[in-house]
């Protein structure tokens, strides 16, 4: 069992009992709330965040299901379309839900041509950020609309060696970048994590990626390991669960 408390700022919860829809032929097996729960129980994980995956598109279903399985220290991140109602999002919102996805990478989300407008109006709302799925080597097309926009994350490191001197500028003006995935990047992920930190000890936010979806290798208990061995404590720290805790304000 690890020591540390951790918060688990990216996992997904698949169910079959609710709608899905096929991603480029791809449909992802069950991972129900018990099989993460089963997975992380030597992790110390005491808290989380519940990330919409490309194959669940709009549906918020499966979302109020698991976040009401898991507790009020576990917050969502969904899609929306940006046809949804102010009532829609707060209603959201009062069930943990914490901030909006757009998935570049892979679709399933509202287009990145309401990136400005949605993620203004939901911060304004009900104070969520934009959480993006996105090859870092597109962020020069978006940098100027990302840079309108109060709080932004980039998932996974922003996956690629080529375009990881364009999301470092992005973190010095406050972006927050996932510690997750690190199958999915084409680079060395600890001097990636130790420029980041650098610029930003608030920056990094670690998670399992569970249950690993189309990843070259699932997440091992190594992937924490490894920040814990690699940053002082109180970094780690923040890494971990604080950075988090201050981005997503569970309640509980």
């Known amino acids: 069992m690890f020591d540390k408390p951790v918060f688990d700022a990216h996992l997904h919860i698949i169910d079959h009992r609710f709608p899905l829809q096929p991603n480029e032929g791809f449909l992802p097996a069950d991972f129900s709330v018990a099989d993460y729960q089963q997975q992380v129980k030597t992790l110390n994980v005491q808290g989380g965040a519940v990330v919409s995956g490309s194959f669940q598109g709009f549906d918020q279903s499966y979302l109020l299901e698991a976040l009401k399985q898991l507790g009020p220290a576990y917050v969502g991140v969904t899609q929306i379309p940006a046809s949804t109602t102010d009532e829609e999002i707060i209603a959201l919102h009062d069930a943990g839900v914490r901030a909006v996805r757009f998935n570049v990478q892979r679709g ?145």
């Open 108 to 252: 399933g989300s509202e287009s990145v041509k309401h990136l400005e407008t949605l993620g203004l109006r939901v911060y304004d709302l009900v104070k969520w950020h934009v959480e993006l799925y996105v090859d870092s080597r597109q962020l020069p097309g978006i940098s100027t609309t990302l840079h309108k926009l109060p709080a932004v994350v980039i998932d996974h490191l922003g996956l690629s060696k080529a375009g990881f001197k364009y999301l470092l500028p992005l973190v010095e003006k406050g972006a927050r970048v996932k510690a997750t995935g690190f199958s999915r990047c084409d680079f060395d992920v600890l001097t990636a994590m130790r420029q980041i930190s650098a610029i930003n000890a608030g920056a990094l936010l670690f998670g399992t990626d569970l249950p690993s979806t189309r990843a070259p290798r699932p997440f091992a208990a190594s992937d924490l390991q490894l920040i814990l061995d690699s940053f002082p404590a109180d970094i780690a720290a923040k890494i971990c669960r604080e950075n988090a805790l201050a981005l997503y304000k569970p309640k509980a």
